[in-house]
C-alpha cells in the first residue's frame, strides 16, 4: 500500500469515525455475499465484475479495520497462521 493510500484510509476513518467504517466494512461483506451467491447459485455471468469490485471494497475495509485494531495486528496474524495451519492439515489428513 502506498503512503498515499495509507493516508487516504486513515483520513477516512478519522472523518467518518470507527463505528461507521466497521458497520460499512460489514455492508461490504454482504455485498461481496450477494455477487458470490449469484454469481456460483445462479449461474449469473453478469456477477463476476461485481465480485472482483466487491472484493475490492472489502479488502479497503479490512485495511481500515487493520488500523483500527491496530494494536492486535500480532494477534490477528497468530490466528490467520493457525488457522491456515489448521486447513494444512485437514487437505493432507
Known amino acids: ?15 467518518y469515525g470507527e463505528k461507521t467504517q ?14 458470490l451467491l449469484k454469481y456460483y447459485n445462479q449461474g449469473r455471468e453478469d456477477a463476476l465484475y461485481k465480485i472482483l ?13 487493520k488500523l483500527i485494531h491496530l494494536e492486535h495486528r500480532y494477534t490477528i496474524e497468530q490466528i490467520k497462521a493457525a488457522k491456515i495451519e489448521r486447513l494444512k492439515k485437514r487437505l493432507y489428513e
Open 53 to 65: 469490485e466487491e472484493m475490492a471494497d472489502v479488502e479497503i475495509m479490512l485495511d481500515q479495520l
Open 1 to 15: 500500500m502506498t503512503s498515499d493510500e495509507l493516508e487516504t484510509l486513515h483520513r477516512a476513518i478519522k472523518h
Open 22 to 35: 466497521a458497520i460499512n466494512a460489514a455492508g461490504e461483506c454482504a455485498e461481496l455475499i450477494d455477487a
